[in-house]
């Protein structure tokens, strides 16, 4: 059974700070999503990574991907107030999704 | 814009009543469409995957008898909450895996449905 783990579940932090979000899953995948949800809304597409050493930058964020370790990290960079929303990693095959991480960032 | 169309998008209904849900694929088709549920504060639960022509495949704990699922054209997958009672009322998503052309292979989502069972 394919599990995945997201840390932290819930972060709080200062607009201009950075911080790295962790997705570690347990069985091999081919492909593995980031998404973002804002309260009451559904899920927006942030990243896929398909490979080993994938990397993929919008904006502030960027994620990569590591086969090898079954991680896939999302960083944020300078955090500004919008981007406070709860973030989720999900994993095929199956898609099974992490907890979230409910990100808080503060003026 | 959107390319996964959920209506509708919050509907109040009656314990004992039925609520149909759907979920378009606006500009691709979708063999395969995937039904979650969301609980307040928790992560995404993959219901069931809708095959289009075909049976749906439920999750492991997840009535199919109660939340009946149509996939009967290649942009088109119903959810059906059959006598819904509250402890259904959640937030339910949709999402179609696009197969060809611009994002091929990437997992679109609906706006989700938001059904409160009074």
């Known amino acids: ?11 709080s932090m200062q607009e201009g700070k950075n911080y790295t979000i962790y997705c570690n899953y347990s069985t091999t995948s081919d492909r593995l999503y980031w998404y973002r949800q804002d309260p009451g809304k559904s899920l927006e597409s942030l990243f896929v990574l398909l490979s080993n050493g994938a990397v993929k930058q919008e904006g502030r964020l960027m994620a990569s991907l590591d086969t090898k370790a079954r991680l896939s990290t999302l960083h944020i960079t300078a955090a500004v107030h919008d981007l406070s929303a709860t973030y989720f990693c999900a994993v095929d095959p199956g898609l099974t999704f992490g907890k979230g991480t409910h990100l808080i960032i503060q003026p | 814009g959107a390319v996964v169309s959920q209506h509708p998008s919050w509907v109040i209904c009656k314990s004992g009543t039925s609520v149909k849900i759907e979920c378009r694929s606006l500009d691709f088709q979708a063999t395969t469409m995937f039904w979650y549920r969301q609980f307040p504060k928790q992560s ?42 509250p402890e259904d009322s959640s937030f339910y998503i949709c999402s179609a895996r696009r197969l060809a052309g611009v ?10 449905s938001r059904l409160t069972v009074l």
């Open chain 1, 1 to 11: 059974e394919l599990k995945v783990e997201q840390n932290p579940l819930f972060l």
């Open chain 2, 44 to 85: 995404l639960m993959l219901m069931a995957t809708s095959n289009e022509g075909s049976k749906a495949t439920y999750e492991q704990g997840v009535e199919k008898d109660k939340f009946l699922i149509n996939h009967a054209s290649l942009t088109l997958s119903t959810l059906t909450v059959t006598s819904a009672h």
């Open chain 2, 103 to 112: 994002g091929t292979g990437e997992l679109f989502f609906g706006e989700g």
